[in-house]
């Protein structure tokens, strides 16, 4: 758990800081300084962080989904608000507590997933010294890092404790839930109709993919506590609302014509029906191998039959639904594959280190070709970046970016197969479920974008990663039972 600071001399200082603050607001109201009458806010939350450093930690993540995003707020430097302050003070809070009361577990950074997020910290941090962009670079790259620090390392601490995982998953479902619900209020003024759907979900979020990528994570969630809340003392009778309210997400999704994240839901479901049949999770990556190989050796093909699809967006599902293999007329998918191919020509040139963590944006322009170019290509980096977290990681960071982002998928689904296969249907296979098939959904929606540098999308990708590694290291409910199907 965290280090704790509540000694009596501890406490003195902070009512005397208290107190201080207290005369300073009276002085400021005395000669109209009123944008100082804010600190008693500031000073709560601080308090609030100090004294439960573990709810607040928790509370500000949950908070996430209903943050609002300022693209610049001085010197080129977004934000999103109120959470990345907070996030920010809670960094360098706990950064602190850890230097003057030291309490690391090995276990924790010895663990497989732990290893593979530090590998991948690690190269970003190297590949920013050799960055085209050093200061874009590390901005990027410690906003990653406390990001990984905060809702990884720090809630891996915090979720030794079972009960406070289930605490962070219902209120950020809580939170979600409220999001869809005031967006579609909105929605449904203009009908549900596709164009709306681009902004609908403003000033929460800025586009309707990330959008519908963060709510996926709380249908994981909702899902599990609806079909299996017996497992986590939710009775029969409240299952139907659960239902209802699943439905409500589901449909955020629906209308938010957001395709990836329509494909990303299949997928889960798709893994999930692998995990009942008991499939070796080796066996499920040589099979993605032998599709990726399938896929590179007939290209030529598989793209001459893609083009036979003309179908573009459409407000009709169905329409929509096949869309996404249209590469011919349809200008998002062109789009994609013109910054795809961007990012390939990139790491081309700069194969080792990439061009540097965050500078996709700023630097893939020249390597747009004219035949290539689509009706909503820029060459001003105002529109997206290389809308794939893989392609992205490699582009920036070369092929060893590219490799480290996978190394935290594959170990992060192998140890959750691990899990699901050594334990019986319970509170922590279920558990497990709620975190990997959220994370599944996004393993699959980075494919096609990345969200992942945004607050909405880092809080729960890395606090699912560190549910998971929690349940490997803390919670076994059949500690005597530690055989994987894998070794049976």
Same mark, same amino acid.
């Given at each position: 758990m965290l280090p704790k600071i509540t000694t009596k001399k501890e406490r003195n200082v902070l009512w005397l800081i208290t107190g201080l603050i207290t005369a300073l607001l009276v002085i400021a109201t005395l000669f109209e300084f009123y944008y100082l009458l804010l600190l008693p806010v500031a000073i709560g939350l601080l308090l609030l962080a100090f004294l439960y450093t573990e709810k607040s930690l928790l509370f500000?993540?949950?908070?996430?989904?209903?943050?609002? %995003?300022?693209? %610049?707020?001085? *010197?080129?430097?977004? /934000?999103?608000l109120p959470t990345e302050p907070l996030f920010i003070l809670m960094f360098l809070f706990i950064t602190f507590r850890w230097l003057i009361k030291p309490d690391f577990r090995l276990e924790m950074l010895s663990h497989p997933i732990s290893i593979a997020i530090l590998a991948y910290l690690l190269w970003m941090w190297i590949a920013t010294i050799f960055s085209s962009m050093p200061i874009v670079s590390i901005k990027f790259v410690l906003a990653r890092t406390w990001y990984i620090v905060l809702f990884y390392f720090t809630c891996l601490a915090i979720f030794s404790n079972f009960k406070n995982i289930h605490w962070f998953f219902k209120a950020f479902t809580i939170t979600t839930l409220g999001l869809v619900i005031f967006t579609l209020t909105k929605h449904a003024a203009d009908g549900f109709i596709r164009s709306s759907s681009y902004g609908i979900s403003w000033p929460f979020f800025p586009d309707h993919g990330m959008y519908a990528a963060a709510i996926a994570f709380a249908v994981s969630i909702l899902f599990i506590y609806a079909f299996a809340g017996r497992h986590f003392g939710i009775s029969l009778p409240f299952a139907p609302i659960l239902v209802f309210l699943l439905a409500i997400l589901l449909f955020g999704i629906v209308v938010s014509y957001t395709r990836a994240t329509w494909l990303s839901l299949v997928a889960a479901i798709g893994v $999930?029906?692998?995990? =009942?049949?008991? #499939? =070796?999770?080796?066996?499920?990556?040589?099979?993605?191998?032998?599709?990726? /190989? $399938?896929? #590179? #050796?007939?290209?030529?093909q598989i793209m001459y039959d893609l083009e036979a699809n003309k179908q573009g967006s459409s407000d009709d599902i169905e329409g929509h639904v096949k869309s996404v293999s249209n590469v011919t007329t349809d200008p998002s998918n062109l789009e994609r594959i013109n910054r795809w191919k961007c990012a390939a020509r990139m790491v081309?040139?700069?194969?080792?280190? *990439? +061009?540097?963590?965050?500078? $996709? @944006? +700023?630097? $893939?322009?020249?390597?747009? =070709?004219s035949d290539e170019i689509t009706l909503i290509s820029t060459f001003a980096g105002d529109m997206g970046d290389a809308h794939s977290e893989y392609f992205s990681a490699m582009s920036e960071s070369g092929y060893l970016g590219l490799i480290t982002w996978l190394g935290i998928v594959l170990t992060t689904l192998g140890v959750s197969f691990k899990i699901f296969y050594r334990e019986k249907p319970g509170k922590v296979r279920y558990t497990l479920l709620m975190a990997m098939l959220g994370l599944i959904t996004y393993y699959v929606h980075a494919f096609l974008n990345n969200y992942s540098q945004y607050d909405k999308i880092?809080?729960? /990708?890395?606090?699912?990663?560190? @549910? #998971?590694?929690?349940?490997?290291?803390y919670h076994r409910e059949n500690p005597n039972d530690v055989t994987s199907t894998e070794e049976k």
């Open positions: 500000f993540g949950a908070l996430a989904p209903l943050s609002i %995003n300022f693209d %610049n707020v001085g *010197g080129g430097l977004g /934000l999103a $999930y029906a692998v995990l =009942k049949m008991r #499939i =070796k999770f080796s066996w499920v990556l040589l099979v993605l191998f032998g599709a990726f /190989l $399938y896929g #590179i #050796i007939n290209q030529d081309s040139e700069r194969p080792l280190f *990439g +061009f540097g963590p965050g500078t $996709y @944006v +700023f630097q $893939y322009s020249p390597f747009q =070709k880092a809080v729960p /990708l890395w606090a699912f990663t560190a @549910v #998971i590694a929690a349940l490997d290291l």
